[in-house]
């Protein structure tokens, strides 16, 4: 995948698929793609291009210089995906042999994942019905909300709720993790006032009805702290 602070483009199949952050303003995403296209023309001449923006809809105009900037690669737009059909196609694999049934570890949970690939700045606002996976940090003032559970492969320090509609299943696991609000399902809490320290990745969940937070290794958990 290729890809800048607001726009990726991954090669499929069935062509390469535009991805547009949906936060961005378009004048800054086209010089983004200008500068992307321009960089790597000799590998993308002649393909076929689908985009997708997320819930935010693009004018004719924008859609038309879109499409222009496009073909001035030998790119041409065969149009615009949903994010069912994004999902569908990241969740597609090749057919091998059958795999045996998995038992998953408690607190992890198949299902719909959404991955955002960049820092999300103070305001920016991330909502989703199943899992979301941030790879970069979560600064204060911004926020996730997720139906599953949430992963930060970076500092959680803005607001965090996980299990959105109730799901107390849910986890929130961070490599930084002080969050400004932290919530699970109907349980709520905050990190103590000026504690800044890392202590390595953890993750918290909802034990006995409470809020917990546990400390990560690789080799399995390094202890425990109750946050509620």
Not at 41 to 59: H, I, N, P, T, W
Not at 71 to 87: D, F, M, Q, R
Not at 154 to 163: I, T
Request: hydrophobic share 35%; glycine share 10%; charged share 25%.
């Amino acid at each position: 995948m290729t890809r800048t602070e607001h726009i990726a483009l991954k090669g499929t199949r069935e062509g390469l698929i535009l991805y547009l952050d949906p936060e961005a303003a378009f004048s800054l995403l086209m010089d983004e793609l200008k500068k992307l296209l321009e960089d790597s023309d000799q590998f993308l001449q002649g393909a076929m291009v689908r985009c997708y923006g997320g819930e935010k809809e693009y004018s004719p105009e924008q859609q038309e210089e879109l499409t222009c900037c496009l073909a001035e690669h030998s790119l041409t737009l065969k149009g615009w995906l949903t994010a069912a059909e994004v999902y569908s196609s990241v969740r597609k694999t090749p057919a091998v042999q059958e795999e045996p049934q998995r038992i998953p570890e408690e607190g992890l949970e198949e299902g719909p994942s959404l991955f955002v690939e960049r820092t999300l700045r103070s305001g920016a606002s991330i909502q989703y019905d199943g899992h979301v996976i941030v790879l970069g940090d979560v600064n204060p003032g911004a926020e996730i909300v997720a139906g599953g559970n949430i992963v930060v492969i970076g500092s959680l320090k803005g607001v965090a709720h996980a299990g959105a509609k109730g799901n107390r299943n849910s986890i929130v696991t961070a490599y930084h993790l002080v969050p400004t609000q932290l919530r699970i399902a109907d349980l709520v809490t905050r990190s103590p006032e000026g504690e800044q320290e890392w202590r390595g990745p953890e993750c918290a969940r909802i034990k006995d009805d409470r809020l917990v937070v546990e400390g990560i290794q690789l080799n399995g958990l390094r202890g425990k702290g109750m946050i509620r």
